[in-house]
Structure formats: structure tokens, C-alpha cells
């Protein structure tokens, strides 16, 4: 806590040697794993295709194996196993 009337003299650069010092410290940190869970619109930029191709997917999802999950309503899909899905399709 501070108090009124009192000062703290930095010597010149200290601030800017922590401030470089900080920004090393994050740059040092992993970047996060992307969410493993992917609604329509973040799946269609996952497999590079439109939101329409993605719900035509998944209403043939019997017939072509496409990996999808619901949950209240809502179609999720996890990375992996589209990334799965893909590379069998491939073949």
C-alpha cells in the first residue's frame, strides 16, 4: 500500500531491464493447446470447408463415419477425432 507523500527514486534503465526481463519470462511460456472441442463454425475452419458441408456431414454421419457429439442440443466435435477422420478418408 502506498502512502501519500512518499517517493521511490528508480535508477535509470531498472524499468525497462524488468520490463525486458518479464516479457523474456512469457515469451518463454508454451503457447496453450488449442481447445480440444469445436463447435460447427470452428470445425469448418478445422477441416477448411463451409458450415453447410459440416451439417451435410453430419447428417450422413451414419453412412460416412463422421465423428460428431451432442450435447443439449448443441453439435460438438473434438480435433482429434476429426483429424482422424480425415486422415482415414484420405486413403
Same mark, same amino acid.
Given at each position: 500500500? +502506498?502512502?501519500?507523500?512518499?517517493?521511490?527514486?528508480?535508477?535509470?534503465?531498472? +524499468?525497462?531491464?524488468?520490463?525486458?526481463?518479464?516479457?523474456?519470462?512469457?515469451?518463454?511460456?508454451?503457447?496453450?493447446?488449442?481447445?480440444?472441442?469445436?463447435?460447427?463454425?470452428?470445425a469448418a475452419d478445422?477441416?477448411?470447408?463451409?458450415?453447410?458441408?459440416?451439417?451435410?456431414?453430419?447428417?450422413? &454421419?451414419?453412412?460416412?463415419?463422421?465423428?460428431?457429439?451432442?450435447?443439449?442440443?448443441?453439435?460438438?466435435?473434438?480435433?482429434? &477425432?476429426?483429424?482422424?477422420?480425415?486422415?482415414?478418408?484420405?486413403?
Open positions: 500500500m +502506498l502512502h501519500e507523500g512518499i517517493s521511490i527514486a528508480v535508477p535509470p534503465g531498472v +524499468l525497462e531491464d524488468l520490463a525486458r526481463s518479464i516479457a523474456g519470462h512469457v515469451a518463454a511460456q508454451p503457447a496453450p493447446e488449442p481447445s480440444r472441442w469445436l463447435n460447427v463454425e470452428s478445422f477441416l477448411d470447408t463451409s458450415e453447410d458441408a459440416i451439417r451435410g456431414l453430419v447428417k450422413r &454421419e451414419h453412412e460416412n463415419g463422421f465423428p460428431v457429439h451432442r450435447r443439449g442440443g448443441r453439435l460438438l466435435f473434438d480435433r482429434r &477425432e476429426l483429424d482422424a477422420w480425415v486422415r482415414g478418408h484420405l486413403t
